[in-house]
C-alpha cells in the first residue's frame, strides 16, 4: 500500500505565504512524479504544480506562475510547494499526488487552504 500525508494547509491573508508538505509511505520505489492538485467548491479539480523524476523542470498551472514553487526529494518521496503572494482565489483543498511509473496515481487525503481577503 502507498500512502500520501499532506501537512501544511490553514488559513492565510491575501499577499500572505503557506507552505506545503507531503510525505509517501508504503511500498514504493520511486514516483515518476509527485505533484499538487487543488479543488475549489464547485470547480474542477485542477493540477497546480508537477514535480518529475529526473532532471526535467517542474511545471506550472499559469494561474500560480512566478508564486508557487515545488520542490522535492525523489529519493525520499517527499514534495513541498511554497505559496506566497496567496490570493482569494487560491482557496481550495490540496491533494498531493504521486503517479507511478506504470500510470497508477495515488492520492492525499487533502489538506484546505483558505486564502480570507
Known amino acids: 500500500q502507498v500512502q500520501l500525508v499532506e501537512s501544511g494547509g490553514g488559513l492565510a491573508q491575501t499577499g500572505g505565504s503557506l507552505r506545503l508538505a507531503c510525505a509517501a509511505s508504503?511500498?514504493?520505489?520511486?514516483?515518476?512524479?509527485l505533484g499538487w492538485y487543488r479543488q475549489a467548491p464547485g470547480e474542477q479539480r485542477e493540477l497546480v504544480a508537477n514535480f518529475p523524476n529526473g532532471n526535467i523542470s517542474p511545471t506550472y498551472a499559469d494561474s500560480v506562475k512566478g508564486r508557487f514553487t515545488i520542490s522535492g526529494d525523489h529519493a525520499n518521496h517527499t514534495v513541498s510547494l511554497q505559496m506566497n503572494n496567496l490570493k482569494v482565489e487560491d482557496t481550495a483543498v490540496y491533494y498531493c499526488?504521486?503517479?507511478?511509473?506504470?500510470?497508477?496515481?495515488?492520492w492525499g487525503q487533502g489538506t484546505q487552504v483558505t486564502v480570507s481577503s
Open positions: 508504503g511500498t514504493i520505489f520511486s514516483f515518476k512524479a
Open positions: 499526488v504521486g503517479e507511478s511509473w506504470v500510470g497508477n496515481q495515488y
